[in-house]
């Protein structure tokens, strides 16, 4: 009897978390006229007659996304909030709604997880949100959040990232790479601790970008903004993977190409400073370090004046033909094409 023919099998590596859900979600239609977004943007687009009703949902895993040997648990209550936040601003809507779930392991008292949703309290406060249900139930071994922010736009005001035409000017909100090197001086201090525990952390006053890393904030302001200006952007996306890859995510979904600037992306001082004192490249780590949850989005040139007058808003570069690619260029004038090296999820 001849042997089966072994199946072959694909690593998630291979296709990375967008590939790995275009793959699984291909085969799923719209069967409902009241779905107007399904899979592919930063939130789902649900039509309830007068506007868009915005869903998005993220997972975050101990070990994975978060480590609490640095992480405070109330700072990780509003940031696991932050993040889903985010995502509804970079549809230029508004949250209104979370609904928040966790998986606790025996190891987590009822007054550590008092500390959790207090972080949690602090950011609906802040952002004018509602706690409106979730789920709550046992892990075998660690800490595992789910979060849904539920928000609603205008529709003539709806912002998607599929939408980025040639000729529009790239924008970036507040300033990229601190969160990321947060992140590194948290991880330093925290293998130092393992190797000689008696050694108190140093993280040398930089509050900037530790606080970059443990309470970012969503830029709630922006979308103000443009509501005061009368503007709508032409595509947008928060910038939770790093911006070369928010920037792959607008171009390849619009099908456009683009030309982006390193002297208009903004980096911090004290972000460049420490790049620098770790052998980084400040650049790079604006480019792939990602977790800074500003918005990158795209005007049309008509707008570009009413963007000059905004706060904390740069122009990054360019929309470009598709066949143009996506290029970089140095401040020393040296164009690159463009790299996708940000958080990989898996």
């Known amino acids: 009897m001849a042997d089966k023919k072994e199946k072959k099998t694909t690593d998630v590596n291979e296709l990375g978390e967008f590939g790995l859900i275009d793959r699984l979600t291909s085969g799923f239609g719209i069967k409902n006229k009241t779905t107007v977004k399904g899979v592919g943007d930063d939130a789902a687009v649900i039509d309830n007659g007068e506007d868009f009703t915005l869903i998005s949902t993220d997972l975050l895993v101990e070990g994975i996304h978060f480590d609490l040997a640095y992480t405070p648990l109330k700072h990780l209550g509003y940031k696991s909030v932050i993040v889903n936040l985010s995502d509804i601003y970079a549809m230029n809507g508004i949250p209104e709604q979370i609904t928040y779930s966790?998986?606790?392991?025996?190891?987590?008292?009822?007054?550590?997880?008092?500390?959790?949703?207090?972080?949690?309290?602090?950011?609906?406060?802040?952002?004018?949100?509602?706690?409106?249900?979730?789920?709550?139930?046992?892990?075998?071994?660690?800490?595992?959040?789910?979060?849904?922010?539920?928000?609603?736009?205008?529709?003539?005001?709806?912002?998607?990232?599929?939408?980025?035409?040639?000729?529009?000017?790239?924008?970036?909100?507040?300033?990229?790479?601190?969160?990321?090197?947060?992140?590194?001086?948290?991880?330093?201090?925290?293998?130092?601790?393992?190797?000689?525990?008696?050694?108190?952390?140093?993280?040398?006053?930089?509050?900037?970008?530790?606080?970059?890393?443990?309470?970012?904030?969503?830029?709630?302001?922006?979308?103000?903004?443009?509501?005061?200006?009368?503007?709508?952007?032409?595509?947008?996306?928060?910038?939770s993977d790093g911006v070369a890859s928010e920037i792959f995510h607008i171009t390849t979904q619009s099908g456009v190409g683009a030309m982006v600037e390193e002297s208009g992306m903004p980096i911090h001082h004290k972000a460049e400073l420490m790049a620098i004192k770790f052998n980084l490249d400040p650049a790079t780590c604006g480019l792939s370090g990602g977790e800074d949850y500003e918005l990158l989005f795209t005007v049309d040139p008509k707008d570009l004046d009413k963007v000059r007058f905004m706060q904390d808003i740069y122009i990054m570069g360019d929309i470009t033909e598709k066949s143009e690619g996506v290029k970089f260029r140095t401040k020393g004038g040296k164009i690159y094409d463009m790299k996708a090296q940000g958080w990989r999820h898996f």
């Open 102 to 239: 966790i998986a606790i392991s025996n190891r987590f008292s009822v007054e550590a997880l008092e500390e959790l949703y207090a972080g949690i309290r602090t950011a609906c406060e802040v952002y004018g949100v509602d706690l409106v249900g979730g789920d709550t139930t046992s892990s075998n071994k660690g800490l595992l959040i789910s979060v849904t922010a539920i928000g609603r736009v205008d529709k003539d005001k709806i912002t998607y990232r599929n939408t980025a035409k040639p000729g529009d000017i790239i924008c970036i909100t507040g300033d990229v790479g601190a969160a990321y090197l947060g992140l590194q001086l948290l991880e330093r201090e925290k293998q130092i601790f393992l190797e000689h525990p008696g050694v108190q952390p140093d993280l040398e006053d930089q509050k900037y970008i530790v606080g970059r890393q443990l309470k970012p904030e969503a830029r709630k302001d922006m979308v103000e903004q443009f509501e005061k200006a009368h503007m709508v952007p032409t595509a947008m996306i928060d910038v």
